[in-house]
């Protein structure tokens, strides 16, 4: 505990002189002695009574005990194997990371550490999604960040914060495409097609697709890898990542996404989504701006199942179609072509064409302009998609889009001392390319656990103080309040290996089936098995066996007040 009251501290010392100024130690309770009553954990036997003074804390883990002669009790556990991303890991899963770490293992993707060491691989991948999310934060804070209360578990086998170079050289084994797939299983939709936040277009979602430029650290290998774009001497500040997206409006998850070098297209990125993950664009309307129309991709997204709204550049030819059924429509969209490369008429894409009038606000000492823009659709049915309702569609591609590249950069502005803007910040290309998919995963998993909180008692009774009772939607929460509490989850081991109510509710039913079975074990305390040593020659010739009711769990608790 950190904090003990004078008047309380004989509860504590159980009957000791405490040491004036001494802090108070960690609560250890055996796991067979809790139970848990809703949002409460309770020691069983005797409920505290009212005004009785009592200690108060949150479970940090359950572990096995390792009780020295002193009385002092260890948790016989590591801590690499506990730590978790707080409310982050909630979302993603338990033992996803593993699972993708023990692939790689069988697959020879990642050296097989010989011993225990201070890192771990679950460990490193876990943080370098934290010190995306702590952009002042150095390799050593955001990994005492990560630890959080586990630092201060008395484990068997200490624990301390390693040197960055340590972190670095553990990152180096990691294959960047391990951290792929991890954003890959992070990646999808967070909200229901039918959700206040939804945007549906002939009974398809709509969802967003653009790209953004990232700074990364100016160093000779990211310049030399990555390149730079807006002068032709390569003397721009830094070396830029292309992030090409497919943001849905719902809650603006992430469905996907592809990195680049800052030399590539955009095109040619989204193209490459659209033939590798066809599924992604599956039943899904796709919008995006005026530098992306073009035959190929959206051919291959047609060939994906999805459907395309797209802005088209003045001057792109789009002739009227004759014929039956065809041209002016009675939406006032009409049916057109998009050439393709090979020129020859078989191989024109039909799509539709709308165009309205945008009215551009006055500037300082200027008029109101007005410009008139020309969206194309692969929806070809105007009753199942009229024109008004695709140009609707269009123009939530900004708000998903654009509003989520603002909200991730956001969490990476002035990373690593380098800049005041948004940055990546590893050196090297390979360690890049891993920071910027465990960036994508940690932004991806902060709007989850913001969407999760819409299904929460709190989101349930500010809907009820509304006069309309409309219920809260994901356009309405914060991003950054959701970023910041995610941090905080981890700071406080909110959530580790074996910290939630159903472990310790599970680790009470185990220790209590193991009082049911005696077994008979060594009286010698021991962290790892070994054969019983040879009795000294002066010892009693009877059996001096200690019998045990099972291996004892203990639940750590966090420093709390009482």
Same mark, same amino acid.
Request: hydrophobic residues 45%; contains cysteine; positive net charge.
């Given at each position: 505990?950190?904090?003990?009251?004078?008047?309380?501290?004989?509860?504590?010392?159980?009957?000791?002189? %405490? +040491? %004036?100024?001494?802090?108070?130690?960690?609560?250890?309770?055996?796991?067979?002695?809790?139970?848990?009553?809703?949002?409460?954990?309770?020691?069983?036997?005797?409920?505290?009574?009212?005004?009785?003074?009592?200690?108060?804390?949150?479970?940090?883990?359950? &572990?096995?005990?390792?009780?020295?002669?002193?009385?002092?009790?260890? &948790?016989?556990?590591?801590?690499?194997?506990?730590?978790?991303?707080?409310?982050?890991?909630?979302?993603?899963?338990?033992?996803?990371? #593993?699972?993708?770490?023990?692939?790689?293992?069988?697959?020879?993707?990642?050296?097989?550490?010989?011993?225990?060491?201070?890192?771990?691989?679950?460990?490193?991948?876990?943080?370098?999604?934290?010190?995306?999310?702590?952009?002042?934060?150095?390799? /050593?804070?955001?990994?005492?960040?990560?630890?959080?209360?586990?630092?201060?578990?008395?484990?068997?086998?200490?624990?301390?914060?390693?040197?960055?170079?340590?972190?670095?050289?553990?990152?180096?084994?990691?294959?960047?495409?391990?951290?792929?797939?991890?954003?890959?299983?992070?990646?999808?939709?967070?909200?229901?097609?039918?959700?206040?936040?939804?945007?549906?277009?002939?009974?398809?979602?709509?969802?967003?697709?653009?790209?953004?430029?990232?700074? +990364?650290?100016?160093?000779?290998?990211?310049?030399?890898?990555?390149?730079?774009?807006?002068?032709?001497?390569?003397?721009?500040?830094?070396?830029?990542?292309?992030?090409?997206?497919?943001?849905?409006?719902?809650?603006?998850?992430?469905?996907?996404?592809?990195?680049?070098?800052?030399?590539?297209?955009?095109?040619?990125?989204? =193209?490459?989504?659209?033939?590798?993950?066809?599924?992604?664009?599956?039943?899904?309307?796709?919008?995006?701006?005026?530098?992306?129309?073009?035959?190929?991709?959206? $051919?291959?997204?047609?060939?994906?199942?999805?459907?395309?709204?797209?802005?088209?550049?003045?001057?792109?030819?789009?002739?009227?179609?004759?014929?039956?059924?065809?041209?002016?429509?009675?939406?006032?969209?009409?049916?057109?072509?998009?050439?393709?490369?090979?020129?020859? =008429? &078989?191989?024109?894409?039909?799509?539709?064409?709308?165009?309205?009038?945008?009215?551009?606000?006055?500037?300082?000492? =200027?008029?109101?302009?007005?410009?008139?823009?020309?969206?194309?659709?692969?929806?070809?049915?105007?009753?199942?998609?009229?024109?008004?309702?695709?140009?609707?569609?269009?123009?939530?591609?900004?708000?998903? /889009?654009?509003?989520?590249?603002?909200?991730?950069?956001?969490?990476?502005?002035?990373?690593?001392?380098?800049?005041?803007?948004?940055?990546?910040?590893?050196?090297?290309?390979?360690?890049?390319?891993?920071?910027?998919?465990?960036?994508?995963?940690?932004?991806?998993?902060?709007?989850?656990?913001?969407?999760?909180?819409?299904?929460?008692?709190?989101?349930?009774?500010?809907?009820?103080?509304?006069?309309?009772?409309? %219920?809260?939607?994901?356009?309405?929460?914060?991003?950054?309040?959701?970023?910041?509490? &995610?941090?905080?989850?981890?700071?406080?081991?909110? +959530?580790?290996?074996?910290?939630?109510?159903?472990?310790?509710? $599970?680790?009470?039913?185990?220790?209590?089936?193991?009082?049911?079975?005696?077994?008979?074990?060594?009286?010698?305390?021991?962290?790892? #098995?070994?054969?019983? =040593?040879?009795?000294?020659?002066?010892?009693?010739?009877?059996?001096?066996?200690?019998?045990?009711?099972?291996?004892?769990?203990?639940?750590?608790?966090?420093?709390?007040?009482?």
């Amino acid at each position: 505990m950190q904090s003990c009251p004078p008047s309380a501290d004989a509860a504590i010392w159980s009957g000791k002189s %405490p +040491v %004036p100024g001494a802090p108070a130690g960690t609560l250890v309770v055996r796991a067979a002695d809790l139970r848990v009553n809703g949002k409460t954990v309770t020691v069983a036997g005797r409920a505290p009574a009212t005004g009785e003074p009592s200690v108060f804390g949150r479970p940090v883990v359950t &572990a096995p005990a390792f009780a020295r002669r002193d009385g002092t009790v260890l &948790a016989d556990a590591w801590l690499p194997d506990l730590a978790r991303l707080g409310e982050l890991e909630a979302h993603l899963g338990d033992g996803v990371i #593993e699972g993708l770490v023990a692939a790689a293992l069988a697959e020879g993707r990642l050296r097989r550490p010989v011993r225990r060491r201070i890192m771990s691989y679950p460990l490193v991948i876990r943080l370098m999604i934290a010190m995306c999310l702590m952009p002042q934060a150095s390799y /050593c804070e955001a990994l005492a960040s990560l630890a959080g209360l586990l630092a201060d578990v008395p484990f068997t086998r200490d624990w301390h914060v390693p040197t960055e170079k340590v972190v670095t050289d553990w990152r180096l084994p990691v294959p960047p495409s391990l951290m792929e797939s991890l954003f890959w299983q992070a990646a999808g939709p967070l909200a229901s097609d039918d959700g206040p936040s939804a945007v549906m277009l002939a009974g398809m979602p709509v969802a967003g697709a653009d790209g953004m430029l990232v700074n +990364v650290a100016d160093t000779p290998a990211n310049r030399a890898f990555f390149g730079t774009t807006g002068t032709t001497d390569d003397s721009s500040p830094f070396p830029q990542l292309r992030v090409v997206a497919v943001i849905a409006r719902a809650g603006r998850a992430m469905l996907g996404a592809v990195l680049g070098q800052s030399c590539a297209g955009e095109q040619t990125l989204l =193209k490459r989504l659209a033939r590798r993950r066809p599924e992604l664009f599956a039943g899904l309307v796709v919008c995006f701006d005026r530098n992306f129309p073009g035959h190929d991709l959206i $051919a291959a997204i047609l060939d994906a199942g999805g459907h395309v709204i797209a802005r088209v550049k003045a001057g792109i030819a789009l002739p009227l179609e004759d014929g039956p059924g065809k041209g002016w429509l009675p939406d006032g969209s009409r049916m057109t072509w998009l050439n393709a490369p090979s020129g020859r =008429k &078989a191989d024109r894409l039909p799509v539709r064409a709308a165009e309205h009038n945008a009215a551009f606000p006055p500037g300082a000492g =200027k008029e109101e302009v007005s410009e008139t823009c020309t969206v194309i659709t692969t929806l070809l049915d105007h009753e199942t998609a009229p024109a008004g309702q695709v140009r609707e569609a269009y123009l939530t591609r900004w708000s998903s /889009c654009e509003t989520t590249f603002g909200q991730d950069k956001a969490t990476i502005a002035g990373a690593g001392n380098r800049t005041s803007g948004p940055v990546l910040r590893s050196g090297r290309p390979r360690l890049v390319v891993q920071e910027a998919w465990a960036w994508l995963t940690g932004t991806q998993l902060a709007r989850a656990s913001a969407a999760a909180a819409l299904d929460s008692e709190h989101a349930a009774a500010r809907a009820l103080r509304r006069r309309d009772a409309r %219920p809260v939607t994901a356009d309405e929460e914060s991003f950054t309040a959701a970023w910041h509490h &995610a941090v905080r989850s981890m700071e406080t081991s909110q +959530v580790t290996a074996a910290s939630s109510l159903e472990a310790i509710a $599970a680790a009470g039913e185990s220790a209590a089936r193991a009082c049911l079975r005696t077994l008979n074990v060594s009286g010698r305390h021991r962290h790892s #098995e070994r054969k019983q =040593k040879a009795r000294p020659k002066f010892a009693h010739t009877a059996a001096t066996k200690q019998t045990f009711t099972g291996k004892p769990q203990v639940t750590v608790f966090a420093p709390g007040f009482y």
